[in-house]
Structures are given as C-alpha cells and as structure tokens.
C-alpha cells in the first residue's frame, strides 16, 4: 500500500474505550524519527514498522474489532512491536507510550500494550538446589517464579514477545510444566492448544513415540487428529536438558504433518547439549546455564 492510500484513510480507531482520529502521515513522520539513528535507518525501519500497522490486509483480516466494526488500535500497535525487528522493538515501543498507548479506559478496561519483557527480569527468580534429584545435579527450581505475580507474568511475557504476529496456529506444550507456559501464550496469541501427553492419558486415537532415559524409554501421544497437514505450530516446554522428548515431539508433529516453526523453552542446561537432538529446526530458550 503507498503512502498517498494510507494518508487518505485517517482512520478512527478504538483503543482501551477511548476513540481517537489519527492520520497515517503523522504516524509515519513520527515513526521514521524514532526507527532508526540515521535517516536512512530511520526510513526504512520506520515505513517498514508501518506497514505491519495499518496495511489494509492487516486491518481487513484482524480480529480485535469491536461491536460496532471498529479496528483496535492496542491490535495494531501490538502487532507493530511483534513484527518489529530486535533492535527496533525498544525504539517502537517509546514511540507508541509517547503518543499516549498506556493506561486504562473506559470502565477500567486495562491495555494490553506493554513495555517488552526481558530474561533478566526473571533470571533472579529462578532457585538453584544442589543434589537434586541424585547427588550432583544443581536443579533450576522455576517454583518461585511461578510464585511470584510479576515474575511469572513476565516469563510469559518473553514467550508472547517472541512469538506473537508470525501466524502461529497451534501452540503445542509438552507434560507437564510446558503446559504452564503453552496455554497461556495460545490464548495470548490467538493460537489453539495441543497437549502433548504421557502414555494412557488421551481417549480417542492415539499416536506414539518412544524415547531413551538413563535407564529405559517412556512414551508420549498426541492425539491422531490433533493437526492437519501444514498447520504452523511452536512447540514450548519449560526446560530443555538431552532433547529427548522435544524429539519425540518433533516426530510425533512430522508424522501428523505440521509445521513446526520453533521449540521454545524457559531454561536451557547447554552443557547436555539438547540442540543437537533438534538439529534443522529453530531453538529458543530465555535462560541459559
């Protein structure tokens, strides 16, 4: 869409019960000032941001309309600061609390727009405890994380950060802590849930994979009609340690035909080198020790 079409449509939108006017120049002019240092980088990153904001694809096919078929402004400038490359999400955000994004609205509504979340933010919440659960082991205890009101909002945070606006239509969480983090990214997302499960758990039609313990194999399933060929899933769980069962997840979504997008985790131990077990796919994790 050219800029001439976007300064036209000066759209009014909704955000937080407070309706407001704003043409597309003005969000374009102040945009290019805070993209970028140089004006060149600051062009470019700024029409770039821009046009994840109010293409009219963007605003045709977006959900978060209200009764009376008005676009929500807190959407768009959400998926401004999703697609938004690293380095400019700082620069994104300042711009949209500058014009005046934050707040609450009419009848206490809060807006869902908020400064980006940062690992360091939690890293302190995570508790280590030597010998458990056999002598030797340091455990990363994620319970006081989960504790705390702010903390545990903030791991979400790193999740619905890294994975909002890239089209996700499943997130699927592994038994049983990835489900802590998994729902609550579907629902923030826009995204359905699929449980991945330990053996004996699912009613219906089951498919299974088996992987390697210290001593033995377990077992997770999926349901058989969990996902349709090409649907794009992340896969989260809390921890990544060997791989083993992440890579029994990947072989459970292969066989139903997914696309798996990423495997996201809280806390990677990369001594154990769990990469390796995901080789070719991408791998997230928040904390590393």
């Known amino acids: 869409m050219r800029w001439t079409t976007l300064a036209r449509a000066a759209f009014p939108v909704v955000v937080c019960g407070t309706t407001v006017g704003w043409g597309a120049a003005t969000m374009r002019t102040r945009l290019t000032r805070r993209a970028g240092r140089g004006v060149g980088e600051g062009v470019a990153e700024g029409r770039a941001t821009m046009r994840a904001m109010v293409t009219c694809d963007t605003i045709s096919r977006s959900p978060s309309r209200d009764d009376a078929g008005e676009i929500s402004q807190a959407a768009i400038a959400c998926s401004a600061i999703a697609q938004a490359s690293a380095s400019t999400k700082r620069r994104v955000f300042e711009f949209f609390k500058d014009v005046g994004f934050f707040g609450s609205g009419g009848g206490g509504a809060p807006c869902r727009l908020r400064e980006p979340s940062s690992p360091v933010e939690i890293e302190g919440f995570i508790r280590t405890v030597p010998d458990f659960p056999i002598p030797g082991i340091l455990f990363r205890d994620i319970t006081p994380l989960l504790k705390d009101k702010q903390g545990f909002r903030r791991a979400v945070d790193l999740f619905v950060d890294r994975f909002g606006g890239r089209g996700i239509d499943y997130v699927v969480a592994i038994e049983a802590r990835g489900y802590i983090f998994g729902a609550p990214l579907a629902y923030a997302i826009g995204a359905g849930f699929i449980p991945i ?26 349901h058989a009609d969990a996902l349709a060929h090409g649907e794009r899933v992340v896969v989260v769980d809390d921890l990544l340690a060997t791989g083993g069962t992440a890579a029994a997840t990947r072989r459970l979504l292969e066989r139903l035909g997914a696309r798996v997008e990423a495997f ?26």
């Open 264 to 289: 996201a985790f809280l806390v990677e131990l990369a001594a154990l080198d769990g990469r390796a077990a995901l080789a070719g796919t991408d791998v997230v994790a928040f904390l590393k020790y």
């Open 197 to 222: 499960r330990k053996p004996g758990k699912l009613p219906h039609d089951i498919l299974s994979e088996q992987y390697s313990l210290e001593y033995g194999t377990n077992t997770l399933e999926v």
